[in-house]
């Protein structure tokens, strides 16, 4: 079973420039979730689907920050503008519903971004 | 609003010994979930554990179990016969029924020393 994909890796960009990170997560899971993890410290919950619907965004600064699922699918979080402060990596999650899902989550590879 | 804390922010341990990572949390619910999940310098979480928590008996998985004390809102994971590829951040999560959000603590950095 293939995992969480998430791209890019890596991104460098200047502040006030903006940003894109995609994420494709494991087939069949209806719910997806984009954390932000600062370093030294525990990825925070930004956003989260259940298939194309919003679940909860309430940390997402949505002053610069979006992000949609298009068919239930895919993902994308953008930042427009970007300032020094959004430098974290960028995870993406998903999970399967039902009891069998035993609400575990499970991981991408995340997107490490530098703001300068 | 759920908390959780790891008090402590770096061990190492020799190879093969056995380690016990802290966590405590707060919380006003009564069902809930906890997670031990490992992040090694490749960033991507890993689950090494779960917890329900209406289940008295603590949870292990091969090298790694669980303390698990309700009452006192803690859940320590003890990690025996420690390897090398050990090595890596390790993250206690909370998980409410009621608001179904995953709370993260600030996590652990462990060390192997071969």
């Known amino acids: 079973e293939a995992g969480v994909a998430q791209s890019p890796r890596y991104k460098i960009i200047e502040k006030r420039q903006s940003v894109a990170f995609w994420c494709n997560p494991i087939?069949?899971?209806?719910?997806l979730y984009w954390y932000q993890q600062i370093l030294g410290q525990g990825p925070k919950l930004l956003i989260q689907?259940?298939?194309?619907?919003?679940?909860?965004d309430s940390q997402l600064p949505k002053d610069r920050f979006s992000a949609e699922r298009l068919k239930g699918v895919d993902s994308t979080l953008k930042i427009q503008p970007a300032k020094l402060e959004d430098s974290a990596v960028y995870l993406c999650?998903?999970?399967?519903?039902?009891?069998?899902?035993?609400?575990?989550?499970?991981f991408g590879a995340g997107t490490r971004l530098s703001v300068l | 609003a759920q908390t959780v804390t790891q008090s402590q922010p770096e061990m190492s341990v020799q190879e093969a010994e056995t380690v016990t990572l802290s966590c405590t949390y707060d919380?006003?619910?009564?069902?809930?979930?906890l997670f031990w999940y490992k992040q090694p310098p490749s960033r991507q979480m890993i689950l090494v554990i779960r917890?329900?928590?209406?289940?008295?008996q603590n949870a292990t998985e091969n090298r790694f179990s669980v303390n698990f004390q309700k009452a006192a809102k803690s859940f320590s994971l003890k990690i025996s016969d420690s390897q090398l590829g050990d090595t890596a951040m390790y993250f206690c999560?909370?998980?409410?029924?009621?608001?179904?959000?995953?709370?993260f603590g600030t996590g652990t950095r462990l060390t192997i020393i071969p």
């Open positions: 999650a998903s999970s399967p519903r039902g009891k069998l899902a035993k609400n575990i989550q499970y």
């Open positions: 689907f259940q298939n194309n619907g919003v679940v909860d």
């Open positions: 999560a909370f998980f409410a029924f009621g608001n179904e959000k995953l709370t």
């Open positions: 917890q329900e928590a209406y289940k008295q």
């Open positions: 919380t006003s619910e009564n069902n809930y979930y």
């Open positions: 087939s069949g899971h209806a719910t």
